[in-house]
């Protein structure tokens, strides 16, 4: 009897002890397949958006847009109201593209995006660019003249960091900018608010004129850049004379753009020229009768057009980086090309303004 007992509970017994050994097992492998799926469609759907945020928006139409703006908010379009219409229009794409501002982003996929921040940063240069201009130029008769209030308070605004997310978040500042904007543009507009002005003098456009030289020039570099070469620095410290008779001091220096910074400064470049264009063809409008006087209006239009040749689509799935005459192309090189020519031209557009 005692030997039945035993043969029939230990069966039970084990039995009972080995099928909660499994259960776990496949229970555990069910969770780490089911994470697994879910990190992978993340991931999937996080690529794909991050894909879609990253196309840079298409050119628009700015004098008709200018016009369907004025209409729609019942305003007359007078001198300086394109310009100033698409400097809002240039900002609030920062702030309305798909995806937002991505450049203060804290979590993925804009966390994982720094083509589209960049070309961000490029156009943001040039809104702040001219938002000063408007408030040290263009609003202002002579140097001695009050500043326009509502323009006062855009620039700052702009000028804000441009990675703050919180406490107040960079497209916080830059919707109040745009709201300044839109204050003057309404005060500009109304006849019966004769403190609202805007002057379009070849002084005027000039100065800015030199702001862009300058950004221009620099882009062109940093493009050039990339491949490394060497520069011959002649820069001279101000409190070292140089004796009579001697030559300047020249030393040789390698100036290389960092491999992992190809790409931002490829894409601020974009960004620049792509504000940029928009901005010089709200200016045709404005200034058409300056431009006419002195024969610029064709040197205007062609710096538009290698701004714009600029913005051709990049079928290259990346910034490649090839030597000058290597097997492989040099985005950076194509880029610098376009700048340098614009930057040439408004050299030149500026020789023309300036005479006369």
């Keep these: 009897m005692l030997d039945w007992k035993t043969r029939t509970e230990d069966p039970l017994a084990s039995a009972g002890g080995t099928t909660s050994a499994p259960r776990r097992a496949s229970s555990g492998r069910w969770l780490a397949r089911s994470l697994g799926i879910l990190i992978a ?14 196309q840079e928006p298409a050119l628009f139409p700015v004098q008709q847009h200018a016009q369907a703006a004025a209409e729609k908010a019942q305003r007359k379009l007078v001198t300086g109201y394109t310009t100033v219409e698409t400097l809002k229009e240039v900002a609030g794409t920062l702030l309305h593209k798909p995806g937002g501002y991505l450049t203060n982003d804290i979590a993925p996929p804009g966390l994982w995006l720094d083509n589209m921040p960049s070309w961000e940063y490029g156009v943001l240069v040039q809104v702040r660019d ?20 509502d323009l006062a308070k855009a620039e700052p605004r702009f000028n804000f960091d441009n990675k703050s997310w919180v406490l107040p978040a960079s497209e916080d500042e830059y919707a109040e900018g745009i709201k300044s904007l839109d204050r003057y543009l309404a005060r500009l507009s109304n006849p019966n608010q004769p403190n609202a002005q805007f002057y379009a003098r070849a002084d005027n456009l000039n100065n800015w004129l030199g702001d862009t030289a300058t950004r221009l020039g620099s882009l062109s570099q940093r493009l050039s850049a990339s491949v490394g070469r060497v520069r011959l620095n002649t820069d001279v410290q101000p409190d070292q004379p140089i004796p009579q008779g001697e030559a300047i001091p020249v030393r040789e220096e390698e100036v290389r753009t960092p491999w992992l910074q190809i790409d931002n400064v490829f894409y601020e470049a974009r960004g620049q020229a792509w504000a940029l264009s928009h901005i010089l063809r709200a200016i045709e409008v404005d200034f058409a009768d300056v431009l006419a006087k ?42 610098a090309n376009y700048i340098s020519r614009a930057n040439a031209a408004i050299i030149d557009l500026r020789t023309l303004l300036s005479q006369g």
Excluded at 41 to 54: F, H, M, T
Excluded at 326 to 333: D, I, K
């Design 130 to 149: 001219l938002s000063r201009a408007l408030r040290k130029d263009f609003a202002r008769s002579q140097s001695q003249s009050t500043e326009d209030p």
């Design 41 to 54: 469609l993340y991931l999937l759907a996080a690529l794909l958006v991050g894909w879609y945020w990253s």
């Design 294 to 335: 002195k024969n610029a209006t064709v040197s205007v239009r062609q710096i538009i057009r290698e701004l714009e040749a600029a913005q051709e689509p990049l079928w290259s799935p990346m910034v490649l980086n090839g030597s000058g005459y290597g097997m492989l192309a040099n985005h950076s090189l194509v880029m």
